[in-house]
Every structure is written in structure tokens, then in C-alpha cells.
């Protein structure tokens, strides 16, 4: 099969610069932007209210001052947290992030997507459904739409519901039993690996099904280079201060 036309760089800033700035933040994007990068992936999630904000962790305490889960408070409460001195005080009071605010940063600054689907547990189906929703809303008439990724293969089918013109791709730890049939019933044009899975015969599998290969979290050069001989087609670093993107 062939592959659809991939409109993607090669490189992509994960969770905004990686780690040079607090992940998921407005900050943490204008810094990979700053590095030159085309491209960033953020993690989206629902707040009680279904609001689509920024965060990784199904809890607070990591990345913010707050406590508790993140899905059980509304957004006027998520956004009064601090979501950067937990990095160190040059990013004390940077506060957390909405899917809305990053579109618009995005759509200013020419800077492409990857949103990966982020549930709490217990809403994957729900979480998909809004967060594409959300997205087709914001990206309505872009030329390039963002890229949806999630673990959770009920988050993509919430997503293929809702949102079914987005692109989608199946994220993966580890090859789990039905992966590239679950690939295909989602309609995905990727599956995103922990970038040691890859090998040339599954690099093989997933292009002849017309499908790309893409790599988290790759901050080695010697990983990349073996990843690029690969065959694959984008690769997922914190690195944005040591690979130049495309």
C-alpha cells in the first residue's frame, strides 16, 4: 500500500523544548520554536469541566504546585497553578496550558502539532471524542491539521468518531498483541514507538500497510543515526539544544 503524502518534519520538539523549560507550558514552545524546530508534541487532557489543557501525568504534583488529580478540577481552579517553578524559580508562576492557547501560538508562529491523547483514567472515550473536537475546531482551514497520538486505543476511537479527517497514530512501549491490526481498524497513518522497537522488519510492516514510523524519546545521536537508517520517517527529542531540526 501506498503511503499518503506526510506533511510532517523529521524531528519534533517533545512537550514543547523537552526539558530546557517546564513540558507542556506556552514557554516550553516558544523555546523549541527559538531552536528552529517546525514541529512539537504536547500531552492533552480534560479538566472536570472538559476544558483541553496541557498536562502529562494523570497528576499534579509533578509539573505544578497543586495536588490530587488533575481531572477533578475545573479549569478556573487548574489555571491558578504554578506549572513552572517546579523547574527552578527563572520559570516560577509560568501557568498551565490550554489546547487553545497553544493553537493560537501555533498558528503564529507556523508551528506544527502532534497532540498525544492523555486520559484520565476512567474518561478515554470521552477524552479522545473532546480533544479532536476540539482540535478540528481550532484547526479548522489549516493546511496541515495536527497529528493525534494516544496509547489508549479507546482515546483514538473517540477520536475517529468525533474528528474522523484528523490523522491519527497508535502509540506503543512495547509490541502488544494485535498492535498493527489495531493500527489499521483505527485508520492511523503512524505508529509511535519507544524508539528501540524499531527494527527493519517492523519499519517494513508498517510502510507496505501505508503507514509511517515515528520514535520517542530519542536524545542520543548514535540512536538517531541508527533510527534514520531505518527507514523512519520523524523522531520525538528532548534534545532540541543538540539535533538542528530539518
Not at 101 to 115: E, K, P, S, T, V
Request: hydrophobic share 45%.
Amino acid at each position: 500500500m501506498t503511503a499518503q503524502p506526510w506533511p510532517y518534519p523529521r524531528w519534533i520538539a517533545h512537550r514543547g523544548a523537552g526539558k530546557l523549560a517546564p513540558e507542556n507550558t506556552l514557554a516550553a514552545f516558544r523555546l523549541g520554536a527559538q531552536h528552529g524546530y517546525r514541529m512539537a508534541e504536547c500531552d492533552a487532557k480534560l479538566s472536570a469541566d472538559e476544558v483541553v489543557f496541557l498536562l502529562h501525568d494523570a497528576t499534579l504534583e509533578r509539573t505544578t504546585d497543586g495536588h490530587g488529580a488533575a481531572g477533578a478540577l475545573a479549569w478556573s481552579e487548574l489555571s491558578r497553578l504554578d506549572a513552572g517553578g517546579w523547574l527552578g524559580r527563572a520559570w516560577a508562576g509560568e501557568p498551565p496550558a490550554t489546547l487553545a492557547g497553544l493553537a493560537a501560538f501555533c498558528h503564529a508562529n507556523r508551528l506544527l502539532l502532534n497532540i498525544e491523547i492523555k486520559p484520565t483514567p476512567g474518561v478515554e472515550g470521552r477524552t479522545g471524542e473532546v480533544v479532536a473536537a476540539e482540535a478540528a475546531r481550532l484547526w479548522a482551514g489549516a493546511d496541515v491539521p495536527p497529528l493525534l497520538t494516544s496509547f489508549q486505543p479507546e482515546a483514538l476511537r473517540g477520536a475517529q468518531r468525533s474528528a474522523p479527517q484528523l490523522p491519527r497514530g497508535l502509540l506503543l512501549d512495547t509490541w502488544i498483541d494485535g498492535w498493527f491490526e489495531t493500527a489499521h481498524i483505527l485508520g492511523c497513518v503512524a505508529v509511535v514507538c519507544n524508539h528501540t522497537l524499531w527494527d527493519a522488519a517492523s519499519v517494513h510492516r508498517v510502510h507496505a500497510a501505508g503507514m509511517r514510523c515515528l520514535s520517542y524519546t530519542v536524545n542520543d545521536s548514535r540512536a538517531a543515526q541508527r533510527l534514520w537508517d531505518l527507514g523512519t520517517d520523524a523522531i520525538i527529542t528532548d534534545r532540541v539544544d543538540l539535533f538542528a531540526p530539518d
